[in-house]
């Protein structure tokens, strides 16, 4: 049974920066398309972000083109969410999603997920 933690999460301040990480395990996920949503208080879960198995394709949601970076390392078990110029509308829970179909990562049906990390965005 596969498994996905998210970590690096925190307080910053607005215009500042964070990394997360989703570390994967108990299977190979080295051909599974990667993405992250985010659910604020109240709010429904939104994509974020998403990374094909090959790293060759990227998708973005438009409130984070030019401040977020999706990447995946080279064995492909581990993604990042790069996360600069933050906002205090980026506050949020953060979650990681894995699928062997892209469809099901972009569409929030993914088959695996994590438990999430907290961003806060202070103003």
């Known amino acids: 049974q596969g498994q996905l933690v998210e970590s690096g999460g925190g307080l910053v301040q607005a215009g500042g920066s964070l990394r997360l990480s989703c570390t994967t395990s108990?299977?190979?996920?080295?051909?599974?398309?990667m993405g992250w949503y985010r659910q604020a208080p109240g709010k429904e879960r939104e994509f974020v972000a998403a990374?094909?198995?090959?790293?060759?394709?990227?998708y973005y949601a438009d409130f984070v083109k030019g401040r977020f970076t999706i990447s995946r390392t080279s064995a492909k078990n581990t993604v990042y969410l790069q996360m600069n110029s933050l906002k205090p509308e980026d506050t949020a829970v953060y979650y990681c999603?894995?699928?062997?179909?892209?469809?099901?990562?972009?569409?929030?049906?993914?088959?695996?997920w994590g438990q999430g990390t907290q961003v806060t965005v202070s103003s």
């Open positions: 990374i094909s198995w090959s790293a060759g394709s990227t």
């Open positions: 999603a894995a699928d062997r179909y892209n469809a099901a990562v972009l569409g929030g049906t993914a088959a695996y």
């Open positions: 108990g299977r190979t996920f080295s051909r599974y398309d």
